[in-house]
């Protein structure tokens, strides 16, 4: 059953103009935490030439991907992956994903998750992607230990309140972990409602 968010409804615009920019023409995408599947359906409509990999770890968004991409036909979407992002060794290919993709994008996932997660994709980014392969993460986050607006401080808050593993991450931690991995932070590019997308790149 399709799922909907109004989330990406407002960002997807925003988010398809960066992807735009910032990958190949061709080449291959994994997304992590693909919640809805809203998304997948439409960078797979404005990214014709990228084949897109979609994934998550929850049943419910399992088979609303699974069903948004019955819906849309699209012939460069892939059937969804289940992936727990916090394990350090994701055996992609017993699930039939290629080894090796352009680039691994991830948006709204790590700051309403355990740290694991993050260490878990880049660890995994380390692994599997090209050469010159990127990962791309979306969402808010803390600059060098500073929050860039007033709501992000509240939202980060928020979220720790619910969850002392949750929160809004900082990007000196982001590049400490990224060097770890072979990484570093080659772009930061603001984008509405205080959000960013960070690009690291080996």
């Given at each position: 059953?399709k799922?909907?968010?109004?989330?990406?409804?407002?960002?997807?615009?925003?988010?398809?103009?960066?992807?735009?920019?910032?990958?190949?023409?061709?080449?291959?995408?994994?997304?992590?935490?693909?919640?809805?599947?809203?998304h997948?359906?439409?960078?797979?409509?404005?990214?014709?030439?990228?084949?897109?990999?979609?994934?998550?770890?929850?049943?419910?968004?399992?088979?609303?991907?699974?069903?948004?991409?019955?819906?849309?036909?699209?012939?460069?979407?892939?059937?969804?992956?289940?992936?727990?992002?916090?394990?350090m060794?994701?055996?992609l290919?017993?699930?039939?994903?290629?080894?090796?993709?352009?680039?691994?994008?991830?948006?709204?996932?790590?700051?309403?998750?355990?740290?694991?997660?993050?260490?878990?994709?880049?660890a995994?980014?380390?692994?599997?992607?090209?050469?010159?392969?990127?990962?791309?993460?979306?969402?808010?986050?803390?600059?060098?230990?500073?929050?860039?607006?007033?709501?992000?401080?509240?939202?980060?808050?928020?979220?720790?309140?619910?969850?002392?593993?949750?929160g809004?991450?900082?990007?000196?931690?982001?590049?400490?972990?990224?060097?770890?991995?072979g990484?570093?932070?080659?772009?930061?590019?603001?984008?509405?409602a205080?959000?960013?997308?960070?690009?690291?790149?080996?």
């Open positions: 059953m799922r909907h968010s109004v989330v990406p409804d407002k960002n997807r615009e925003p988010i398809l103009k960066i992807l735009e920019r910032a990958l190949p023409i061709t080449g291959t995408v994994l997304e992590i935490g693909s919640g809805t599947g809203q997948a359906v439409e960078f797979c409509r404005g990214l014709a030439d990228v084949t897109w990999w979609p994934s998550d770890n929850l049943d419910g968004h399992l088979r609303s991907i699974a069903a948004w991409r019955e819906h849309a036909k699209l012939a460069n979407l892939r059937p969804p992956a289940r992936i727990d992002a916090s394990q060794d994701w055996r290919a017993s699930q039939g994903l290629p080894p090796a993709f352009t680039a691994i994008f991830c948006a709204n996932v790590i700051h309403i998750a355990p740290w694991p997660v993050a260490q878990g994709i880049f995994a980014a380390g692994r599997h992607l090209e050469t010159h392969g990127r990962l791309l993460l979306y969402g808010p986050f803390r600059r060098d230990g500073v929050h860039n607006s007033p709501g992000n401080e509240a939202f980060d808050e928020g979220l720790r309140r619910d969850n002392p593993e949750w809004v991450r900082d990007t000196s931690d982001l590049k400490k972990l990224a060097a770890k991995n990484f570093r932070l080659t772009e930061l590019i603001e984008m509405p205080n959000n960013a997308v960070l690009v690291f790149s080996r």
